[in-house]
Every structure is written in C-alpha cells, then in structure tokens.
C-alpha cells in the first residue's frame, strides 16, 4: 500500500475545492435584473384564450423563470353589463429568486379575441425583461392561434 504525505493531501483537497467553486451556478443574462425600474408593463395582444397558459409556459421558460402559481381562470363578474370578463393571473420567480406576476383579461367572447397582458418583474419592476416576457408571450401567442397545436420556434 503506498502512503501518500499529508502534505500532497491537503494540497489536493484545497485544489479540487478552489475548481469545484470557480464552477458555481453562474446565472446567464435572462435572468439579471436590467437595472431599468418599472411599475408593470401592459400591452394588448390578439389571441385565443385557452392559450394564454402555454405562452405564458413558454415565456417563463425561455427566461429562466418558473411559474409557481395560477388562478382566475374562469369568468369573473361582468363588467360591462352583458360582457363576461375572463381573468387569469400567473406567479413567477426568476433565476435570481425575484417575484414576478402575469395578469392577463379579455371582455370579449369568442376567439380570437383582444387580450390585455399586465406583467412585472422584481419587487421594484424591470421594464427590460417585462418587455422581453410580452415579446416571447406574444410571439407564442400567435403561433397558437386558430391552432391545436404548434411547434416552438427558435427563441
């Protein structure tokens, strides 16, 4: 059996733990806070409804994020009188372990129909990445529409 000098052991446990630190989980820029303060961003998209769960699926998803909640996905009290209005709003967290909240509601029925999309991101908002999470949202969007089913693009 061949004793290795304590020395050369210490020596090798210091090495591998320095490597096994340099390595981390480096987080890549989907996920890094702009910096750019926002109060949410709103925009308008056209789309059908049962499909605002998978683009918001695939939006998180291409930036890192998670959904970890959903609710409101029936009618809530019209409105207008006559006009039912659907809701949904989705809970996110980023790579960074930030909040971030989806709220969508359309006063129409039939699809495709007029769908407004509220989105912040990080406690104080992020217009940059809320800015890129409606892009991507919208963009699957419209692949889905008057679709079952579509294959997802290069992001």
Avoid at 1 to 19: D, G, H, T
Avoid at 134 to 144: I, M, P, Q, V
Wanted: proline share 4%; with cysteine.
């Amino acid at each position: 059996m061949i004793r290795i000098p304590i020395k050369i052991q210490i020596f090798a446990m210091v090495l591998v733990s320095c490597l096994a630190g340099l390595s981390g989980c480096a987080l890549d820029n989907r996920s890094r806070s702009s910096g750019v303060l926002s109060e949410g961003t709103t925009q308008v998209f056209t789309g059908d409804w049962n499909d605002v769960e998978a683009s918001v699926q695939h939006a998180a998803g291409a930036l890192e994020m998670a959904v970890v909640g959903e609710a409101g996905f029936g009618l809530a009290p019209a409105e207008v009188v006559g006009v039912p209005t659907k809701r949904c709003r989705f809970e996110l967290v980023t790579g960074g372990d930030e909040p971030a909240l989806v709220r969508c509601w359309a006063q129409e029925t039939g699809d495709p129909r007029e769908i407004e999309v509220f989105v912040k991101v990080g406690e104080f908002g992020d217009a940059v990445r809320e800015q890129r999470l409606l892009s991507l949202f919208g963009a699957r969007l419209t692949e889905l529409r008057g679709r079952e089913w579509a294959p997802i693009g290069r992001r």
